[in-house]
């Protein structure tokens, strides 16, 4: 919870326009750096010219994951590494990671030997399909890098007969499977959120701003515009961090501090690739996966996943090089190509148009590369700092690569690296932080069942509403049931599950400036396929009542959001007015 309004915090920030850090570009990495840094007492400002977690951070396939075909590529470093952090995920954050049963159908014994040897040495990068032997000696490795820390259970092979029983609707020709356990998350754009709100208790030396853009660097000052109100303001950092994913390379332009050789000094650190996603409601194929994810080749042999995503099924993804990172959606071939994958292991179920929900797309910020093909691209994360110059009186660490199941070990390597930069020493680590609502999570701490018993007493909340509070929003549910204790919690004329008293509250106290916001990334509503024109419109009446806007206000904000459903997930007005929400 953001302590003070908007107006407040700018207005404190103009008075102290010196920080230590200023970090740009709000996404999963650039929050977990200002965290780490807010935590050591290192004056810091953290400038988002979107929504926090608005690009890649909110692309992700809802994954917490080790990689496990990183392996092939001898990452084993990451693998390692992501392994670790996803296993303190799902310590740290209980309210949004789960661990998720996972399963590869196997078509082949031997095939992919000689191929990913090749590849591991430099000698291959094109895909093939893995056999059985490969994929043994993967989820070995794989249980075998977590053996000190095992918090889940170790793989299993199962027989053609088994996994026919388990899997009846497979592809008759696949021999046999074997499973294994990662993780998924929930909300990333919320647990993201949830490490800004976290530090507010250090204000006084750490502030976070959404919709606050970098416009320039003059006289050796960066220059920030409000997105909001218009307004600029002038800061004086000792260090810059850029942050800003796919956008590196322009960012730097921008803060080269020249205004005629933007474009001239842009930097060639990162080579983004395209990922898309569908979110799919088909019934058969929701209850043929069960619980359980399917991680799968398809008939290149590139990695695809799907598995159950609150109520509908999330399938994907591509993995495709692009230049420019702006104006990206899954495209009609790419959509064509993710259901053809599909059709691997799944030859007689048929995904009809309207079952296709939503649609989303991230651009990956990888290491620049000259790899033909896009997964052989590492994932390996690191640091690149532009030194001071004539125009730019302070250095730039670019934060490079990285994957978003490591943003707390990459966000803690970046701070030491800064805090090096500064003199100064680290004297706290978040590697046992608990984030947000996972804080004495009963998940952890005494069972579930008996924690919302005895909160929905103390609060005079029923039992049945505090669930789906504490599943949202983990410990922090009693945060809004503060709220909802004060004001009448009627539902929403158009969805049950969500109150005006729950949406409110969000507005109020989660940074909100938009009505994507709420919809996107304070709440699941839009990628869970649960949006209409009536509930639309419905949470955009009270965001402007919250916010006093005008009409023409109002105007704009429905047509933006519109053009953001139709343009980048699929979903056109006459889409969302015939949609009918149970």
């Known amino acids: 919870m953001t302590k003070g309004t908007r107006q ?11 920080p230590a850090v200023l970090i740009v570009g709000g ?6 750096l200002y965290r780490e840094l807010a935590l050591q007492g290192v004056n810091v400002v953290l400038a988002e010219r979107g929504d926090f977690c608005i690009g890649a951070s909110a692309a992700l396939s809802r994954m917490v994951h080790g990689g496990l075909r990183y392996m092939e590529q001898g990452d084993f470093k990451l693998v390692r590494e992501a392994l670790q952090e996803r296993n303190l995920l799902l310590k740290n954050a209980p309210h949004y990671v789960f661990p998720l049963a996972t399963t590869i159908p196997i078509f082949r014994r031997f095939s992919g030997i000689t191929n990913s040897v090749k590849k591991f040495i430099g000698l291959s990068e094109k895909p093939s399909r893995r056999g059985a032997l490969i994929i043994k000696i993967g989820l070995t490795l794989y249980d075998l890098f977590t053996r000190r820390n095992q918090v889940m259970p170790a793989h299993k092979f199962h027989k053609r007969a088994d996994t026919f029983r388990d899997w009846p609707d497979f592809d008759e020709k696949i021999i046999c499977s074997a499973t294994y356990y990662d993780a998924w998350i929930t909300y990333p754009e919320r647990l993201g959120l949830e490490m800004i709100t976290d530090m507010s208790e250090f204000e006084e030396t750490a502030q976070a701003f959404n919709y606050l853009e970098v416009a320039e ?53 990162v080579g983004g690739t395209k990922g898309s996603h569908l979110i799919v409601n088909n019934a058969q194929l929701f209850d043929a996966l069960g619980d359980q994810m399917v991680y799968y080749e398809n008939h290149e042999g590139r990695i695809c996943i799907l598995f159950r995503y609150f109520n509908n099924v999330l399938v994907g993804s591509t993995d495709i090089k692009i230049d420019n990172p702006e104006d990206i959606r899954c495209e009609a071939d790419e959509q064509d190509y993710i259901l053809q994958s599909l059709s691997c292991v799944f030859p007689n179920i048929e995904i009809k148009p309207e079952q296709i929900l939503y649609r989303f797309s991230g651009v990956r910020p990888l ?25 730019t009186p302070f250095p730039t660490v670019c934060l490079i690569g990285g994957k978003w199941t490591t943003f707390r070990a990459f966000g803690e390597q970046a701070a030491d690296h800064v805090l090096e930069l500064l003199g100064e020493s680290r004297k706290v680590s978040t590697a046992d932080l608990a984030i947000g609502g996972g804080k ?31 599943e949202r929003y983990g410990t922090r549910s009693i945060d809004f049931v503060g709220t909802i204790a004060g004001e009448n919690d009627v539902p929403l004329e158009n969805h049950s599950g969500y109150s005006k008293a729950e949406i409110r509250h969000i507005i109020r106290n989660e940074c909100v400036e938009s009505l994507s916001d709420i919809l996107f990334r304070r709440t699941a509503l839009a990628i869970s396929g649960e949006l209409n024109m009536p509930l639309i419109d419905e949470i955009l ?15 704009q904000e429905r047509t933006n959001l519109l053009w953001r459903l139709s343009h980048f997930h699929g979903l056109s007005e006459a889409n969302l007015s015939n949609r009918q929400i149970s």
């Open 27 to 32: 996404g999963i990495n650039g929050i977990s």
């Open 8 to 18: 407040n915090r700018m207005d404190a920030l103009k008075k102290s326009p010196a």
């Open 541 to 555: 009446d009270i965001l402007v009542r919250e916010k006093s806007w005008t009409d023409d206000k109002k105007s």
């Open 367 to 391: 290491v620049n590369s000259t790899s033909s093909v896009t997964g052989q691209i590492s994932r390996e994360h690191y640091c690149e700092t532009i030194p001071k110059s004539e125009n």
């Open 440 to 470: 004495s999570h009963p998940l952890m701490n005494g069972g579930i069942d008996k924690w919302i018993s005895h909160h929905a007493k103390s609060h005079e909340i029923e039992e049945s509403r505090l669930k789906i509070l504490l």
């Open 217 to 269: 660097v003059q006289d050796g000052k960066v220059i920030l515009e409000d997105l909001v109100d218009g307004t600029k303001i002038e800061l004086m950092p000792q260090v810059v961090v850029n942050a800003t994913g796919a956008w590196i390379d322009f960012t730097n332009g921008r803060l080269s501090g020249s205004e005629n050789d933007i474009e001239l000094n842009r930097t060639n650190l």
